[in-house]
C-alpha cells in the first residue's frame, strides 16, 4: 500500500538555524498537509497546500515557516530561524480530496537546543 | 465552527474487556469523522472513518465506531481489548480540506 514518507526521522538543530523537513506523499494525492505534536499535546494543523500553493494555514504558520513542493514529487516544510518552542513531531499528510481521509507519515522528530 | 472532545485523556482495561473510547463533535454542517491510532514513535493510522451512510462503521484491528447524530457522538470501540492495542487515539472531525483533532486518549492494556 502506498505510504506518505517523511526524511529525515530525528532532526537536532540549534536554536536560530534553518531546518528543512522532506516528505514524499502518495502519488496521485492532489493536497497536502504539515501538521505538528508538542510532546504529550495534541496534533495540530499547520498549514495545507494544493494547486502549488497554501490554500489554508493557522496561527502557528507565521512568517518563519514556509512550504514548497519544489519537483513535483517532494513536499518540503523550511523553519527558517528556529526556536525552542519549535520542538515538536512534524508530520506530512497527504489526501485525494473529498470525503477520503488524510494518510499520515511517521513524523520528524525535531529538538532545538 | 468544528471541533472535538475527547473525555478522558488516559484510559485503562484488562485484556479481553471492553474498550470504549469518548469522541463528541461540533459541527454546523454534516460532519465527516475519523479515528486514528499513534502507536509510540510512529506516524497517525487510520483506523476508520464516517462520511455518510451506515452509522456502524468497522476499521481495522476489530474497532468499530458509531455515528449518533442525536448525541453529536462518535465514540470508538472494540468488544475485547488486546495488549497490542495499547497506542494513543485520536478522533478528529474535516473541516474544509483539513483535519481538527481531539486531544487524544492513551489506552493502557493491562494483562
Known amino acids: 500500500e502506498p505510504e506518505v514518507t517523511q526524511t529525515p526521522s530525528h532532526q537536532v538543530t540549534q536554536m536560530g538555524q534553518e531546518v528543512i523537513l522532506r516528505c514524499v506523499p502518495i502519488s496521485n494525492h492532489l493536497y497536502f498537509y504539515w501538521y505538528r505534536q508538542i510532546l504529550g499535546q495534541k496534533v495540530e494543523f499547520l498549514v495545507s497546500f494544493y494547486n502549488n500553493e497554501i490554500s489554508e494555514k493557522s496561527e502557528i504558520f507565521d512568517d518563519q515557516f514556509s512550504v514548497e513542493r519544489p519537483d513535483g514529487s517532494n513536499f518540503t516544510l523550511k523553519i527558517r530561524s528556529t526556536k525552542l518552542e519549535d520542538s515538536a513531531m512534524y508530520f506530512c ?7 477520503s481521509p488524510l494518510h499520515f507519515g511517521n513524523g520528524t522528530r525535531l529538538t532545538v537546543t | 465552527a468544528q471541533s472535538v472532545t ?13 474498550v470504549l473510547l469518548r469522541c463528541n463533535y461540533s459541527s454546523s454542517v454534516p460532519p465527516y469523522l475519523f479515528w486514528y491510532v499513534q502507536y509510540p514513535n510512529q506516524g497517525l493510522q487510520l483506523l476508520l472513518k464516517y462520511t455518510t451512510g451506515a452509522t456502524l462503521v468497522k476499521g481495522i484491528n476489530g474497532f468499530e465506531a458509531e455515528f449518533k447524530k442525536s448525541e453529536t457522538s462518535f465514540h470508538l470501540t472494540k468488544p475485547s481489548a488486546h495488549m497490542s492495542d495499547a497506542a494513543e487515539y485520536f478522533c478528529a472531525v474535516r473541516l474544509t480540506d483539513k483535519l481538527i483533532f481531539g486531544t487524544g486518549t492513551r489506552l493502557q492494556v493491562f494483562p
Do not use: D, I, K, Y
Open chain 1, 93 to 99: 499528510a497527504s489526501g485525494a480530496g473529498g470525503r
Open chain 2, 6 to 18: 475527547q473525555l478522558g485523556s488516559h484510559v485503562s482495561v484488562s485484556e479481553g474487556a471492553l
